[in-house]
């Protein structure tokens, strides 16, 4: 995480990172959630996150001018 926020621009900072490890509590839980709803593994799960929100990514890229 710490590389990762180091390559934005601006470089590193400190509290984007902290902010980035934090949430990853909330995203696990989202994919236990998921995976206990839908009733499907925790890597079905997560790879159903990955990809709604990869999704919501290129649609917000392609609303940008």
Known sequence: IN???ELLPGGYDEL???E???GIYDQLKRV???????NISTR????RL???R???G???RNTVP
């Open 50 to 52: 990955a990809k709604e």
């Open 20 to 22: 980035k490890i934090e």
């Open 32 to 38: 236990f959630a998921i995976s206990k709803q839908e």
């Open 58 to 60: 290129r649609a917000a």
């Open 3 to 5: 590389v990762g926020v």
């Open 44 to 47: 079905d799960a997560a790879g």
């Open 16 to 18: 984007k990172s902290i």
């Open 54 to 56: 990869l999704a919501e």
